[in-house]
T-cell receptor
Framework: GENVEQHPSTLSVQEGDSAVIKCTYS??????FPWYKQELGKRPQLIID?????GEKKDQRIAVTLNKTAKHFSLHITETQPEDSAVYFC???????????FGSGTRLQVQP | GAGVSQSPSNKVTEKGKDVELRCDPI?????LYWYRQSLGQGLEFLIY????????KSGLPSDRFSAERTGGSVSTLTIQRTQQEDSAVYLC??????????????FGPGTRLLVL
């Protein structure tokens, strides 16, 4: 089955700086890669996703890049704000199970 | 429209008791998933249902865990003879389908289970 590794586990940046979170996956057949943001005590919220026929996708301050050959994808947040502080999870769609396999999460802290 | 809902929001039980957790998916979503999130950890897949097909139970950690989905809508996750290691947040998600472009999963608020 799919295995997803996520780095770093914690990330602290100054307000206004950029943040990058990286994930690798093992199943070359995976074709859907969402990113979720989870605030303390809240449900995971989808913030952006990318499918395997696309190399990059942007939504305002958030972008995701996908390198299918290397089997890794990254989340980029520019001009970070304190409200970006949360735990971010990457995931890959396990084509065998058709369920998401999640990374272990990155705790992002944006210092004002 | 209404999102995924779950009940109860919190459940405290004694070791050895059975518990039932409920999930109401988004109306019209044919796929429903259960995940477990232990404190400070990622999300662990448990089981999913797609329409009237047999569920994929490959993530269930033991035979004490079972789930059903009645009428293709509401789902119940049952944990029998609960153990302290079952303490976690149980999250339900639903998606329109499993087909390409329809697979985005939306999560419910979760049920926080504490086994004493």
């Amino acid at each position: 089955g799919e295995n997803v590794e996520q780095h770093p586990s914690t990330l602290s940046v100054q307000e206004g700086d950029s943040a990058v979170i990286k994930c690798t996956y093992s199943d070359s057949a995976s074709n859907y890669f969402p990113w979720y943001k989870q605030e303390l005590g809240k449900r995971p919220q989808l913030i952006i996703d990318i499918r395997s026929n696309v190399g990059e996708k942007k939504d305002q301050r958030i972008a995701v890049t996908l390198n299918k050959t290397a089997k890794h994808f990254s989340l980029h947040i520019t001009e970070t704000q304190p409200e970006d502080s949360a735990v971010y999870f990457c995931a890959a769609l396990d084509t065998g199970r058709r369920a998401l396999t999640f990374g272990s999460g990155t705790r992002l802290q944006v210092q004002p | 429209g209404a999102g995924v809902s779950q009940s109860p929001s919190n459940k405290v039980t004694e070791k050895g008791k059975d518990v039932e957790l409920r999930c109401d998916p988004i109306s019209g979503h044919t796929a429903l998933y259960w995940y477990r999130q232990s404190l400070g950890q990622g999300l662990e897949f448990l089981i999913y249902f797609q329409g009237n097909s047999a569920p994929d139970k490959s993530g269930l950690p033991s035979d004490r865990f079972s789930a059903e989905r009645t009428g293709g809508s509401v789902s119940t996750l049952t944990i029998q003879r609960t153990q302290q290691e079952d303490s976690a947040v149980y999250l339900c998600a639903s998606s329109l389908a499993l087909s390409r472009g329809l697979e985005t999963q939306y999560f419910g608020p979760g049920t926080r289970l504490l086994v004493l």
